[in-house]
């Protein structure tokens, strides 16, 4: 499967903006949706400088009918090959150690996983139909285990992994190729936010966007970076609960607000 047409959620700015770099080559359109409009315009003009042709379009991912009505143009205009879902919000307790809280909740799992779902449903019939093609949802290693100061952060990304390990497995008989990625920390405006704890193993956006990228060119179904802190938290979640949360509690994070 060539990715001569791809689309990518979340792509102003962070991975977004690195895997948008990172497949930008003469003969790829890219399609960038995110909020920012000066920001999509920039990173558009840095894809198109490297000899892609790059369309952006601002736009909510939690709109549901707006994304299915671009998503559906774009689809008509050149096939999309490969479904990039990485846009994301996070929040998690606060700084003055207040929880989250209902509202901040409720977005993380209507951004992260409503807004991923989203991008996908309405292009997989057309992609089904013509035989298949390549979908990566960026979903998190807090995916594996969920974490005291990030209840609804852990709660979207894990349940975006088992929708991706589902897609996978209902439609690889049908050429579509689904890749689940649970990365760890990378520099980034969101990871900005986070304070305290141990960003464990922290890498560049550009060294994520491109161990993400070998993943799908080489068509495997998961990709953990790194893999050691994905195992780390696999283990947690095997563990009595009494156990498992004592050692959960010993990592703790604040939050700043902001998205
Ligand atoms: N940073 C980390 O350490 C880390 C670790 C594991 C997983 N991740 C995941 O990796 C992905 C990218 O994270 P990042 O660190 O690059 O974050 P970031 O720098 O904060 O970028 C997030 C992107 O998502 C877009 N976005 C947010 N809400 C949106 C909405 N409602 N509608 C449309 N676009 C929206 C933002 O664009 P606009 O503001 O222009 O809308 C931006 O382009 C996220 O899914 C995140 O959960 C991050």
């Not at 990172?22 to 558009?44: E, M, N, S």
């Not at 005291?148 to 690889?172: N, Q």
């Not at 405006?189 to 491109?210: D, N």
């Not at 509690?249 to 700043?256: F, K, L, T």
Request: proline share 5%; aromatic share 4%.
């Amino acid at each position: 499967m060539t990715a001569d047409s791809v689309v990518i959620s979340g792509a102003s700015r962070g991975l977004g903006a690195a895997l948008a770099l990172g497949l930008a080559r003469p003969g790829v359109r890219l399609h960038l949706l995110g909020r920012d409009a000066a920001a999509l315009a920039a990173v558009a003009g840095e894809c198109a400088a490297k000899g892609a042709e790059a369309l952006w379009v601002s736009l909510e991912v939690t709109d549901a009918e707006a994304m299915a009505a671009q998503l559906l143009a774009w689809d008509a205009a050149r096939p999309l090959r490969l479904l990039v879902a990485n846009a994301g919000v996070s929040a998690g307790t606060r700084p003055d150690g207040a929880p989250e809280g209902h509202a901040a909740a409720l977005r993380q799992i209507r951004v992260n996983l409503e807004g991923a779902l989203n991008l996908v449903e309405p292009v997989l019939p057309a992609m089904l139909a013509r035989g298949g093609g390549a979908v990566l949802l960026v979903a998190s290693v807090m995916a594996f285990r969920g974490l005291p100061d990030m209840p609804g952060y852990s709660a979207s990304k894990a349940g975006l992994w088992a929708y991706g390990e589902a897609l996978r497995a209902a439609h690889a008989g049908a050429g579509l190729r689904v890749t689940v990625a649970a990365p760890g920390f990378f520099r980034s405006a969101m990871s900005a936010r986070v304070q305290g704890g141990g960003h464990f193993g922290q890498v560049s956006a550009e060294a994520m966007a491109a161990s993400l990228l070998r993943a799908v060119a080489q068509g495997r179904g998961r990709v953990v970076a790194p893999w050691w802190l994905g195992a780390a938290l696999r283990g947690l979640a095997l563990l009595p609960p009494g156990l498992g949360d004592r050692l959960a509690r010993r990592v703790r994070y604040r939050v700043m607000p902001g998205g």
